[in-house]
């Protein structure tokens, strides 16, 4: 298993600026995930974080507004830029599991209120 | 990814045996099926992962037919803190951390 710590757990921006999401996995991995949840609605893939590469981003999602570092095998950071009210929403850390029947474990969240 | 179809929502009472039905007509021959239960204010949690017929753990059961176009998740005697989204989900297992999530279904489990 893994355990995922995510920080902060919960902020309220104002509109315009932009916030740096922190997360930390107890074990190296190579594939960290961001996801995004809008309020009431289901999780949508953001981004996949490679360690030593560039973010590969999904459809809609665009470096820019969500730059990613991957520094170690442990941590990465999402970053939501120039923030607006439509950004708010829970953004969520993953990672794959390594055993057989493969699961994946994802952080607590982090609740971005944009005001 | 193979897309997959939930019921919104469902309501059951303690100690009853609720099933949920996840369709995925489109799934392909290496996709497993993964069903994950959220909180809420907490990130998804993994319950129980098939490829084919039945399988069981300490939490659920999953139920599997011949076809795979379709899975039943099955909690046992639920209890109120059962009380969350349950997603479906279908896709390679050797990449789980990268899911793609339907619009789950919101289990409320009634005194």
């Known amino acids: 298993s893994a355990v995922i710590s995510q920080k902060p757990s919960r902020d309220i921006c104002q509109r315009g600026t932009s916030l740096t999401i922190q997360c930390q996995v107890d074990?190296?991995?190579?594939?960290m995930f961001w996801y995004r949840q809008q309020p009431g609605q289901s999780l949508t893939l953001i981004a996949t974080?490679?360690?030593?590469?560039?973010?590969?981003?999904e459809s809609g999602f665009v470096i820019d507004k969500f730059p990613i570092s991957r520094p170690n095998l442990t941590f990465s950071t999402l970053t939501v830029s120039n923030m607006s009210p439509e950004d708010s929403s829970i953004y969520l850390c993953?990672?794959?599991?390594?055993?057989?029947?493969?699961?994946?474990?994802f952080g607590q969240g982090t609740r971005l209120t944009v005001v | 990814l193979a897309k997959t179809t939930q019921p919104i929502s469902m309501d059951s009472y303690e100690g009853q045996e609720v099933n949920i039905t996840c369709s995925h007509n489109?799934?392909?021959?290496?996709?497993?099926i993964t069903w994950y239960q959220q909180f809420p204010s907490q990130g998804p949690r993994f319950i129980i992962q098939?490829?084919?017929t039945k399988v069981t753990n300490e939490v659920a059961s999953l139920f599997i037919p011949a076809d795979r176009k379709s899975s039943t998740l099955s909690l046992p005697r639920v209890s109120l803190s059962d009380t969350a989204v349950y997603y479906c989900?279908?896709?390679?297992?050797?990449?789980?951390?990268?899911?793609?999530f339907g619009d789950g279904t919101t289990l409320t489990v009634k005194p």
């Open positions: 993953s990672v794959g599991g390594t055993q057989v029947v493969t699961e994946a474990f």
């Open positions: 074990s190296q991995v190579t594939m």
């Open positions: 489109n799934i392909a021959t290496n996709d497993y």
């Open positions: 098939g490829y084919k």
């Open positions: 974080a490679n360690q030593g590469s560039e973010a590969t981003y």
């Open positions: 989900l279908v896709g390679v297992n050797t990449n789980a951390g990268k899911s793609t």
